[in-house]
């Protein structure tokens, strides 16, 4: 089986955007990129995993601005990858 390619420590792997209105933002991404939107239940809403097309995979996040997210600034939230071992200084 092969490996699944993995991004360089240090790379931004991927990105959450976290507003008051997902649902729209989302139809706005949908349209702008022709990413497809994948519902992630938060329990009584959901959030969106944005698929490319092509691949099927995941290229970025839409998040209602509530629960945990509620007092975060409105702004891209970007998850770093790091070695699979842990952080190692080079």
């Known amino acids: ?6 991004p360089n420590p240090g790379t931004i792997a991927w ?3 976290t507003v008051p209105q997902a649902t729209k933002v989302r139809n706005f ?3 702008v ?3 497809k939107p994948a519902p992630v239940s938060m329990g009584s809403y959901n959030d969106y995993n944005m698929t490319d097309p092509e691949t099927g995979k995941p290229a970025a996040g839409i998040c209602h601005a509530r629960g945990s997210n ?6 891209q ?3 770093l990858a790091r070695h699979p071992d842990g952080f190692h200084a080079t």
């Not at 509620?70 to 702004?75: E, S, T, V």
């Open 33 to 35: 990129t022709g990413w």
């Open 15 to 17: 990105a959450d955007l």
């Open 1 to 6: 089986m092969a490996r699944k390619a993995r």
């Open 29 to 31: 991404y949908a349209a």
């Open 77 to 79: 939230v970007p998850f």
């Open 70 to 75: 509620a007092d975060l600034p409105l702004r």
